[in-house]
Nanobody, 119 residues
Framework: QVQLVESGGGLVQAGGSLRLSCAAS????????MGWFRQAPGKERELVAQ????????TYADSVKGRFTISRDNAKNTVYLQMNSLKPEDTAVYFC????????????WGQGTQVTVSS
């Protein structure tokens, strides 16, 4: 069974930075890509960024382009989300998720980590 554990959330002032980590484990871990999602109160969960394990292809939501960077460490089965120039509207619970292959959607989720940006 695949397990995803996020860390690195917290409280930061607007303009500040945080780095989230997502460590994947499990004897049957299989992954095509990893994604970071977020969900703010009263809003739907949205994809923030995703990266493929193989060639490292990345995609970003328009709202975070130029401010957030997703990266991966294949040896550690860990994905990171560097968040710079944070804004109050970035406040949300951030989740990482695993996409096991190109045909399937994200099917394994971490427990989430709270990111709060104060103005």
């Amino acid at each position: 069974q695949v397990q995803l554990v996020e860390s690195g959330g917290g409280l930061v002032q607007a303009g500040g930075s945080l780095r989230l980590s997502c460590a994947a484990s499990g004897r049957t871990f299989s992954s095509y890509a990893m994604g970071w999602f977020r969900q703010a109160p009263g809003k739907e969960r949205e994809l923030v960024a995703q990266i493929t394990w193989g060639r490292g292809f990345t995609t970003y939501a328009d709202s975070v382009k130029g401010r957030f960077t997703i990266s991966r460490d294949n040896a550690k089965n860990t994905v990171y989300l560097q968040m710079n120039s944070l804004k109050p509207e970035d406040t949300a619970v951030y989740f990482c998720a695993n996409k096991p292959n190109i045909q399937r959607t994200y099917d394994t989720w971490g427990q989430g980590t709270q990111v709060t940006v104060s103005s």
